[in-house]
């Protein structure tokens, strides 16, 4: 009795302390992070250059640049950028211009959504060919390539570029102790990495950075793994940066900033702050409910319910997970899921004091027993919740991460919580307790299993 006494004071105690870094932690290293429809932020417009593509595979291309970027600017999944393309007037050649809007929530300074976006690079593979002085002049004429620092050289087009690279490592000579980048081509780089190297074996294949030569490796023999080494004058925090740049998105095409502006909130703070107190209200009417219904469990599943709210608030400040109108509404729905738990713990406690058992094994045994149907609405509700965070937009995945967490907290502070709390104030034997708990609700009617 002690024990379950200590835990309950203990996670009481706990819970104050995360309410009061919910309440009052708010503008120091851990802010809310509030979405574009709610905070407002910066709108990008990008040109793609599409001069080198093939127009089969424009399409393709745009889609895959419009992933990348998304999974740059949102690396979790929750800062719910705004990533999309659009097709243009038409350019020289029939081709038509090519385009890529991102938006950026709670940025609204343009320097730093830039920032956000970063360098990303331009990551390609060309061979080089010697090229006879005397025929120099007639290659340039001709346009088929690009020329070097070196002006004997021309160095042609492979088709080998970031949009094959499956991973980037840091690693380091093991001779000379120089960092170097290793790249692991996908299924389609690899293809493609064997077929140039066996058919150019003694050739320079250089790689160039944003159109930089960073690195002239000679094709030494057939490479048939997908297996690649960036090397070069590269200091270990260049070539980390690299690496991260790689990984997180090196882009399919090369593009280029032609439009900035800030946008405004499309919800409005008068908006949000009636919502809110919506919300607030909707939580209330539950709790008393729950009071009303179960009495003095209810008040305990009350508390734990501000507790849970305290506990899914502080993880949205922690990640950080970027609150939106979508957000918002995964996190509300997941608060009911929580109350849906307390009300299936209280119908079995119920059944187990009507079977006549005695208050603490009551809450023990009903407890076990509704942990099975909890375990299983809650497991579905978490598959679905990782369904669409996997396979939707950002949108849809600000509100599978905020529903799933929901979730899984609220499972903590019903089975736990509520547990602690019920098993603090329950006696084994107590007659005035047991008839404190009949008339509160949990049980209705006579029942033979109560007579003294």
């Known amino acids: 009795m002690l024990k379950n006494r200590l835990i309950a004071i203990s996670l009481l105690v706990a819970s104050i302390l995360v309410g009061y870094f919910v309440i009052h932690v708010e503008d120091t290293k851990f802010p809310y992070r ?40 949102n690396l979790f999944g929750v800062s719910e950028p705004l990533v999309q393309t659009e097709e243009g007037s038409s350019l020289e050649g029939g081709k038509k211009e090519h385009r890529l809007i991102v938006e950026l929530p709670g940025v609204t300074d343009i320097s730093q959504a830039v920032q956000m976006i970063g360098q990303t690079p331009l990551l390609e593979f060309k061979l080089a060919q010697e090229v006879p002085a005397e025929d120099l002049d007639i290659s340039l004429e001709q346009g088929t390539s690009t020329v070097a ?37 996908n299924s389609e780089g690899k293809d493609l990495f064997a ?40 200091t270990p925090q260049e070539a980390k940066t690299l690496v991260r740049d790689i990984n997180y998105g090196a882009l399919p095409l090369p593009i280029e900033l032609i439009s900035t502006q800030s946008v405004g909130a499309s919800i409005g703070s008068e908006t949000l702050n009636k919502g809110i107190w919506v919300a607030l209200y909707g939580i209330l009417a539950v709790m008393i409910f729950l009071i009303v219904w179960y009495r003095l469990p209810g008040l305990l599943a009350a508390v734990s319910l501000l507790i849970y709210i305290s506990l899914v608030l502080a993880v949205f400040k922690l990640i950080p997970v970027t ?24 119908e079995r406690l119920k059944e187990e004091l009507k079977s006549g ?35 939707g937009t950002s949108l849809v995945e600000g509100f599978a991460l905020t529903f799933g967490l929901g979730v899984l907290v609220s499972m903590f502070t019903a089975i736990t919580v509520t547990r602690s709390f019920l098993l603090a104030i ?11 708990l009949f008339s509160s609700g949990l049980v209705s009617g006579e029942n033979e299993s109560f007579k003294n």
């Open 426 to 436: 329950s006696p084994k034997q107590d007659s005035s307790f047991k008839r404190f």
């Open 149 to 185: 620092q070196e002006p004997t050289f021309v160095f042609i087009e492979t088709g080998i570029s970031g949009r094959v690279i499956e991973r980037a490592q840091l690693q380091f000579d093991s001779t000379s102790g120089e960092p170097t980048v290793s790249l692991s081509f």
């Open 323 to 346: 609150l939106t109108s979508a957000g918002i509404a995964g996190f509300i729905l997941s608060i009911g899921m929580a109350v849906d738990t307390n009300v299936l713990i209280f």
């Open 357 to 391: 058992r005695d208050i603490d094994s009551a809450v023990r045994e009903g407890f076990s027993r509704a942990w099975l149907s909890i375990r299983d609405s809650n497991i579905s509700s978490i598959i679905t919740a990782v369904i669409l965070f996997w396979f």
């Open 195 to 234: 077929k140039v190297t066996s058919e150019n074996v003694g050739q320079i294949l250089a790689i160039f950075l944003d159109n930089q030569i960073i690195s002239t490796p000679v094709i030494r023999e057939a490479i048939r793994d997908g297996k690649a080494q960036i090397s070069g004058s590269f």
């Open 34 to 73: 509030f979405g574009l429809d709610i905070a407002g932020g910066t709108h990008l417009v990008y040109r793609a250059d599409i001069s080198q593509i093939e127009s089969s595979e424009i399409t393709d291309s745009m889609s895959a640049l419009r992933d990348v970027i998304e999974k740059r600017t």
